[in-house]
């Protein structure tokens, strides 16, 4: 019996000392190897949910906000984690409740397909403009690639508000729609260096306790993560260790970091950095107020972190070398994200987005756009092209083989001064595109003649009397040809138009019937004003296309286009234009040629001659060839006499 009480004394005995010795050794801090293994984040996704007869049919204002966690046991002494953390909570958003919310359920669709609608009209405007971008450049030309990624991902948004579009009206007529609030909880850990994510489950929901609790639906805790117990040192585990394995999302998690002195690698602003080894997470204050919060290597700033300037603004950065090179932020005038010199000033490529929805994608200088980029808005025409000092300057086409050629001729390719020059029409070569302004032209100029207009009439009793043998010399060597008018102030409209009909040709496979139209403000001021001058340019196109059937073109000068072309805007929308601008830029409106020059070259023609290009490469012309293959209106009714010549 002695022995028995003995032997269940000495049992005893030893099992209080493993249990004083299990509540030490759980007492006992954990190590800082411990620490930084036991941290990881909550993801809280959440959105608003559209059901419809009780299926998900579409999520809408979403939000995703990051809590600090610990990796905990379930048991105070023993191991016993099994995939279980905690924490810290956080103002979650509201559920809508349905009895509330119901009867304006329909007024809030109707508010959300409006929406939807102005969206998708400022979508599909700039897809008209991306799409004519596309069909008259190629890949040869300079930000091709990026104008046609952007129009890809248009595309995208136009399929997806498309759907949702078709949601939202399905909806409106169910009576059973209702909207709920759905949360998404993600844990985020670091695993052998890697960043790791698992869905978990929020366990003490509707509890009241003072951490969130939630477990992995694997039940499983990483095999590199140690866990802690929840009392009493998960308080223990300090916000630096958050930062330094989960850089910006840890600052986020963490909101209000209290860094120790050994992360302070930084003592004021203006005095440079300490040259420390400090590899890590880190804060940088600048006068008590955080400067820079994110990554460093030796001491020195190097990958991901955020900056906050002087004045104000939170860039989230990268570095290297202690020098930042690129980023995103955001304030009042719009979002950045892009290359930066180290002041946070856009330099490089970057792209721009303004609160109303215009971008600017290329290159900067100094925070100026400058070079070539390209913007586009809901509202704004797409604007590509050279940028200086951060004003739109045009398009700096670069002049090679593959590009579209053709001249203009009249009487003075013929009579200069006193004498007669004949062309030689097998010999028609352009070898120079002028010499008024700069231009870029890869390789030499030695270009065919892909087309050619020729003047016909002027007023309503001026005659080119060479145009008649000029037409049938081009038609018999295949070289596409048109007729021009020039137009006069101090004509009846309707007399000019019948007057170039009467001594114009208009064949199948012709280029369209162009108005040249060059007067003088004097002359403007003189016959009535803008809208006079577009009353007559308008019936002068309407009684020409009603005759031939062919929508004519019209000539006006890049000065006219800025100054008077906004008086008609129909006829801007309606009619081709061929526009003369003879400055180093392209026009910056919709064409279908450009005369880039008066003085160019071309052999076989004496004197200075009108250099013309085609607004697109190859495959576009030859479409633009096809539309004019189509018999004129004028020869259907009398294939006798077309529209009659000279």
Same mark, same amino acid.
């Given at each position: 019996?002695?022995?028995?009480?003995?032997?269940?004394?000495?049992?005893?005995?030893?099992?209080?000392?493993?249990?004083?010795?299990?509540?030490?050794?759980?007492?006992?801090?954990?190590?800082?190897?411990?620490?930084?293994?036991?941290?990881?984040?909550?993801?809280?996704?959440?959105?608003?949910?559209?059901?419809?007869?009780?299926?998900?049919?579409?999520?809408?204002?979403?939000?995703?906000?990051?809590?600090?966690?610990?990796?905990?046991?379930?048991?105070?002494?023993?191991?016993?984690?099994?995939?279980?953390?905690?924490?810290?909570?956080?103002?979650?958003?509201?559920?809508?409740?349905?009895?509330?919310?119901?009867?304006?359920?329909?007024?809030?669709?109707?508010?959300?397909?409006?929406?939807?609608?102005?969206?998708?009209?400022?979508?599909?405007?700039?897809?008209?403009?991306?799409?004519?971008?596309?069909?008259?450049?190629?890949?040869?030309?300079?930000?091709?690639?990026?104008?046609?990624?952007?129009?890809?991902?248009?595309?995208?948004?136009?399929?997806?508000?498309?759907?949702?579009?078709?949601?939202?009206?399905?909806?409106?007529?169910?009576?059973?729609?209702?909207?709920?609030?759905?949360?998404?909880?993600?844990?985020?850990?670091?695993?052998?260096?890697?960043?790791?994510?698992?869905?978990?489950?929020?366990?003490?929901?509707?509890?009241?306790?003072?951490?969130?609790?939630?477990?992995?639906?694997?039940?499983?805790?990483?095999?590199?993560?140690?866990?802690?117990?929840?009392?009493?040192?998960? $308080?223990?585990?300090?916000?630096?260790?958050?930062?330094?394995?989960?850089?910006?999302?840890?600052?986020?998690?963490?909101?209000?970091?209290?860094?120790?002195?050994?992360?302070?690698?930084?003592?004021?602003?203006?005095?440079?950095?300490?040259?420390?080894?400090?590899?890590?997470?880190?804060?940088?204050?600048?006068?008590?107020?955080?400067?820079?919060?994110?990554?460093?290597?030796?001491?020195?700033?190097?990958?991901?972190?955020?900056?906050?300037?002087?004045?104000?603004?939170?860039?989230?950065?990268?570095?290297?070398?202690?020098?930042?090179?690129?980023?995103?932020?955001?304030?009042?005038?719009?979002?950045?994200?892009?290359?930066?010199?180290?002041?946070?000033m856009p330099t490089g490529h970057g792209?721009?987005?303004?609160?109303?929805?215009?971008?600017?994608?290329?290159?900067?200088?100094?925070?100026?756009?400058?070079?070539?980029?390209?913007?586009?808005?809901?509202?704004?025409?797409?604007?590509?092209?050279?940028?200086?000092?951060?004003?739109?300057?045009?398009?700096?086409?670069?002049?090679?083989?593959?590009?579209?050629?053709?001249?203009?001729?009249?009487?003075?390719?013929?009579?200069?001064?006193?004498?007669?020059?004949?062309?030689?029409?097998? $010999?028609?070569?352009?070898?120079?595109?002028?010499?008024?302004?700069?231009?870029?032209?890869?390789? $030499?100029?030695?270009?065919?003649?892909?087309?050619?207009?020729?003047?016909?009439?002027?007023?309503?009793?001026?005659?080119?009397?060479?145009?008649?043998?000029?037409?049938?010399?081009?038609?018999?060597?295949?070289?596409?040809?048109?007729?021009?008018?020039?137009?006069?102030?101090?004509?009846?409209?309707?007399?000019?138009?019948?007057?170039?009909?009467?001594?114009? $040709?208009?064949?199948?496979?012709?280029?369209?019937?162009?108005?040249?139209?060059?007067?003088?403000?004097s002359q403007i001021r003189k016959m009535?004003?803008?809208?006079?001058?577009?009353?007559?340019?308008?019936?002068?196109?309407?009684?020409?296309?009603?005759?031939?059937?062919?929508?004519?073109?019209?000539?006006?000068?890049?000065?006219?286009?800025?100054?008077?072309?906004?008086?008609?805007?129909?006829?801007?929308?309606?009619?081709?234009?061929?526009?003369?601008?003879?400055?180093?830029?392209?026009?910056?409106?919709?064409?279908?040629?450009?005369?880039?020059?008066?003085?160019?070259?071309?052999?076989?023609?004496?004197?200075?001659?009108?250099?013309?290009?085609?607004?697109?490469?190859?495959?576009?012309?030859?479409?633009?060839?096809?539309?004019?293959?189509?018999?004129?209106?004028?020869?259907?009714?009398?294939?006798?006499?077309?529209?009659?010549?000279v």
């Open positions: 019996m002695k022995t028995n009480r003995n032997t269940r004394r000495k049992v005893g005995g030893i099992a209080l000392l493993v249990i004083a010795g299990l509540v030490v050794w759980r007492l006992w801090l954990p190590s800082e190897s411990v620490m930084r293994r036991s941290t990881a984040l909550i993801e809280h996704a959440t959105a608003y949910q559209l059901d419809i007869d009780g299926d998900s049919a579409l999520s809408f204002a979403p939000d995703t906000t990051y809590t600090p966690a610990v990796w905990i046991n379930r048991l105070w002494l023993l191991p016993s984690c099994l995939g279980r953390l905690a924490s810290t909570p956080y103002e979650r958003r509201t559920s809508i409740p349905q009895d509330d919310f119901s009867p304006r359920l329909k007024d809030w669709l109707t508010r959300e397909l409006a929406a939807n609608d102005s969206i998708l009209r400022g979508l599909r405007r700039q897809r008209g403009e991306l799409r004519y971008y596309l069909r008259v450049h190629g890949v040869q030309d300079e930000g091709y690639a990026e104008i046609y990624r952007y129009t890809q991902r248009i595309n995208a948004g136009i399929d997806s508000l498309r759907h949702v579009d078709s949601l939202l009206q399905k909806a409106l007529k169910r009576r059973d729609a209702e909207v709920r609030l759905t949360t998404h909880y993600t844990v985020v850990y670091r695993t052998r260096g890697k960043l790791r994510r698992e869905a978990v489950d929020w366990t003490n929901q509707g509890e009241n306790d003072s951490y969130m609790r939630f477990r992995t639906r694997s039940k499983r805790k990483p095999l590199t993560a140690a866990a802690v117990s929840l009392w009493p040192w998960m $308080k223990s585990v300090r916000e630096q260790y958050f930062l330094e394995r989960y850089a910006e999302n840890g600052f986020k998690a963490c909101r209000k970091p209290q860094i120790t002195s050994l992360l302070t690698v930084k003592s004021d602003a203006s005095n440079g950095f300490l040259q420390n080894s400090y590899t890590g997470y880190g804060v940088i204050y600048a006068k008590g107020d955080i400067e820079y919060a994110g990554q460093f290597r030796n001491g020195r700033r190097s990958g991901a972190g955020l900056l906050i300037t002087p004045l104000g603004r939170r860039i989230h950065g990268l570095f290297a070398a202690d020098t930042l090179y690129s980023g995103i932020w955001t304030d009042a005038e719009g979002t950045y994200n892009g290359d930066m010199n180290r002041h946070g792209t721009f987005v303004s609160p109303s929805g215009v971008r600017y994608e290329g290159k900067w200088t100094e925070g100026q756009r400058s070079g070539f980029g390209f913007a586009i808005g809901p509202a704004s025409l797409l604007r590509a092209g050279e940028w200086e000092r951060d004003i739109y300057r045009g398009e700096r086409l670069v002049y090679t083989s593959e590009r579209i050629y053709g001249i203009d001729i009249s009487r003075f390719q013929h009579d200069i001064g006193k004498k007669h020059y004949p062309i030689e029409w097998d $010999k028609l070569r352009i070898t120079q595109l002028g010499t008024l302004s700069r231009k870029r032209v890869r390789g $030499k100029v030695d270009y065919p003649v892909s087309f050619l207009y020729i003047k016909s009439t002027e007023g309503t009793t001026v005659l080119n009397k060479y145009y008649a043998d000029d037409y049938r010399q081009a038609r018999k060597r295949g070289i596409p040809v048109g007729t021009y008018h020039f137009f006069s102030t101090t004509s009846s409209a309707k007399k000019q138009a019948s007057w170039f009909l009467k001594n114009s $040709k208009v064949l199948k496979g012709d280029f369209p019937p162009v108005l040249d139209v060059e007067p003088l403000p009535g004003g803008e809208e006079a001058l577009w009353t007559a340019v308008r019936t002068w196109l309407k009684a020409v296309e009603e005759a031939t059937g062919r929508k004519p073109v019209l000539y006006i000068s890049q000065m006219f286009v800025n100054n008077y072309l906004p008086y008609a805007p129909d006829i801007k929308r309606d009619y081709p234009v061929w526009i003369a601008r003879y400055g180093e830029y392209k026009p910056d409106v919709r064409l279908v040629y450009w005369q880039l020059s008066p003085d160019g070259r071309v052999n076989g023609i004496h004197g200075d001659v009108d250099i013309n290009v085609f607004n697109g490469y190859r495959k576009e012309f030859n479409s633009f060839m096809k539309r004019n293959e189509t018999e004129p209106k004028s020869l259907k009714k009398n294939p006798q006499t077309t529209v009659r010549g």
